[in-house]
């Protein structure tokens, strides 16, 4: 037998991080309750906006239990393993990006060459930049 097994993925929540984690939810979660109990007992009193709070702390209790719940499955999924539909998707060849490393001018040009108003958009662009390059160094921004 091998002295270093591989140990379940779920031990990470026996971690110190993780039991402040569970500690803190837990207290969280029984202060909410009891912070509804009590709107429920000054409701009882005569307190009438308090039957909404009565009703508002248990429902908080609730989404801090669903996210704590959430943040474990999200921590079970080993990095890099989600979104890897989006990453995969595949472009047409003449989908007019440049490749990696390319500066992408050369495709650039054509579409100016066959578009004037496109063109005539970039000038200004162009333009509007060179007016606003010294703009900011009075106020520290640059």
Do not use: C
């Not at 207290?27 to 039957?51: C, I, T």
């Not at 080993?78 to 990696?100: K, N, R, T, V, Y």
């Amino acid at each position: 037998m091998s002295s270093a097994q591989a140990r379940p993925r779920w031990h990470f929540l026996f971690r110190p991080k993780w039991l402040g984690w569970h500690a803190f939810t837990v207290v969280a979660v029984v202060g909410m309750l009891w912070l509804g109990d009590w709107q429920f007992h000054r409701a009882e009193s005569g307190n009438p906006l308090s039957w909404a709070y009565t009703f508002e702390w248990p429902v908080f209790a609730v989404f801090g239990v669903v996210f704590w719940v959430k943040t474990i499955f999200d921590e079970f999924r080993p990095p890099g393993s989600g979104d890897q539909e989006a990453s995969e998707i595949d472009l047409p060849a003449g989908a007019g990006l440049p490749a990696l490393g390319d500066s992408g001018s050369g495709t650039l040009a054509v579409r100016e060459q066959d578009d004037p108003e496109l063109a005539a958009y970039n000038a200004y662009l162009s333009r509007l930049n060179e007016q606003v390059q010294g703009h900011g160094k009075w106020h520290g921004l640059r």
